[in-house]
């Protein structure tokens, strides 16, 4: 059974697989990325604001969820 996808989120994951293909080229052997590579462009991603996170970046938005389970 298919999983209903809001355009939204279509929208951010199409956006996320444009950027990932700027630093990794189509059929690119990704075993050879060394990690710090890797984490230079994870931290790019996520240290980005996005409009449908009203503007906050994803590590902010975690930081703060994870800041109120922690409190609670």
Do not use: W
């Amino acid at each position: 059974m298919p999983i209903s996808v809001h355009s939204k989120d279509h929208r951010l994951c199409t956006f996320v697989r444009q950027k990932i293909r700027r630093y990794f080229q189509k059929g690119a052997n990704l075993g050879k990325v060394s990690e710090s590579e890797l984490q230079s462009f994870v931290d790019k991603i996520n240290k980005r604001p996005y409009k449908c996170l009203k503007y906050q970046t994803p590590y902010g938005v975690f930081a703060e969820a994870l800041r109120v389970v922690l409190a609670s």
